[in-house]
């Protein structure tokens, strides 16, 4: 079982930058590869970054535009995402997720443990 701890959420203005934080209680830690994920209101969950177990292969869907970046720390059991150039649109719950593979995927059934979740609220 993994238990994974999201932090680093909160209110920023548009055009501003937050780093998200994901603290993972395993220690085998770099067996998983992680990924993020938000969750807007009325909306599905999506993607916003993976990683695979060795940080040496990242990916991130078009429609992000190159603004977030995802990197992980193994000797800290911790992944994190670097959000610039926030825009309103970026609004949402972002969760953290690990998943029991060396590679990442981007869909959200392919994770086995996720985190609480984390607010992120850009205002315009």
């Known amino acids: 079982q993994v238990q994974l701890l999201e932090s680093g959420g909160g209110l920023v203005q548009a055009g501003g930058s937050l780093r998200l934080s994901c603290a993972a209680s395993?220690?085998?830690?770099?067996?998983?590869?992680m990924g993020w994920f938000r969750q807007a209101p009325g909306k599905e969950r999506d993607i916003v970054a993976a990683?695979?177990?060795?940080?040496?292969?990242?990916y991130s869907p078009h429609s992000i535009e190159g603004r977030f970046i995802i990197a992980r720390d193994n000797a800290k059991n911790t992944v994190y995402l670097q959000m610039n150039s926030l825009k309103p649109e970026d609004t949402a719950v972002y969760y953290c997720?690990?998943?029991?593979?060396?590679?990442?995927?981007?869909?959200?059934?392919?994770?086995?443990?996720w985190g609480q979740g984390t607010q992120v609220t850009v205002s315009s």
């Open positions: 990683i695979n177990w060795s940080g040496g292969s990242t």
């Open positions: 997720a690990a998943r029991t593979a060396s590679g990442y995927a981007t869909t959200e059934n392919e994770y086995d443990y």
């Open positions: 395993t220690r085998t830690f770099s067996s998983y590869a």
